[in-house]
């Protein structure tokens, strides 16, 4: 079955530690995303890549950092920078951009907690 | 610029009751909407989504919305709740402005629905 797999589901950060959270896709989708939830706050976005090797800040960019270098995986790495990283952490992709009207799909998530 | 709001953080209604939970919306051009749910501990599941065409949305689980331009709002019903409907519902809207930020999502806050026996 195509789908998003993220890994691991759960991770625990020490201080000054960075963490890479994994996101990978089989649905042959050119788009992908990255989102944070926090209670009672939605979902808010990170980054996103529209293609390969290309990729854009989104509202909370800060403390954050992607990389595109395959398709099918867009990883995200949470820096010691980001001194609030607590959080569940939602990856998304969507078919070609060309194709606005198809929903995004998403993963089950990564929830990080601070040690 | 594009936004989503969805006024209501808890809806709670009976099983078997109807239920609806609202969102209303902000956009330049037309509007790309959807409805999304999630349960505990998981991603988002695609519920339904409104392009163009009729101002009723049928989707998945029996849900359905209601598009109306004139009041931007995008409502989300079910004639019968079930138990099992109990989740987190968000309502989105897709750029479709031209340049790097096309086709992303924006995102209500979410609302949970609480459905007793």
């Known amino acids: 079955d195509g789908g998003i797999t993220q890994s691991p589901k759960y991770l625990f950060r020490k201080e000054g530690q960075n963490v890479t959270l994994s996101c990978e896709q089989n649905l042959n989708h050119d788009a992908m995303y990255w989102y944070r939830q926090d209670p009672g706050q939605g979902l808010r976005l990170i980054y996103y890549s529209q293609i390969v090797n290309d990729f854009q800040k989104g509202d909370i960019a800060e403390g954050y950092s992607v990389s595109r270098e395959k398709k099918e995986s867009f990883p995200l790495t949470v820096t010691s920078a980001q001194k609030n990283p607590t959080a569940f952490y939602l990856c998304?992709?969507?078919?070609?951009?060309?194709?606005?009207?198809?929903?995004?799909?998403f993963g089950d998530g990564t929830r990080l907690s601070i040690l | 610029a594009q936004s989503v709001a969805q006024p209501e953080d808890q809806v709670n209604v009976a099983e078997g009751n109807p239920l609806t939970v609202k969102c209303t919306y902000s956009?330049?051009?037309?509007?790309?909407l959807f409805w999304y749910v999630q349960y505990p501990n998981r991603g988002l599941q695609f519920l339904l989504k409104?392009?163009?065409?009729?101002?009723l949305v049928k989707g998945s689980y029996g849900f359905e919305a209601e598009f109306n331009k004139s009041q931007t709002s995008f409502h989300l019903k079910k004639p019968s709740a079930l138990v099992s409907d109990s989740a987190l519902y968000f309502c989105?809207?897709?750029?479709?402005?031209?340049?790097?930020?096309?086709?992303?999502?924006?995102f209500g806050r979410g609302t949970q629905l609480t459905v007793w026996p």
């Open positions: 998304a992709s969507v078919a070609d951009r060309g194709r606005i009207n198809q929903p995004q799909h």
């Open positions: 989105a809207v897709r750029d479709i402005t031209r340049g790097s930020t096309l086709g992303r999502l924006y």
């Open positions: 409104y392009i163009t065409g009729d101002n």
């Open positions: 956009v330049s051009g037309n509007p790309y």
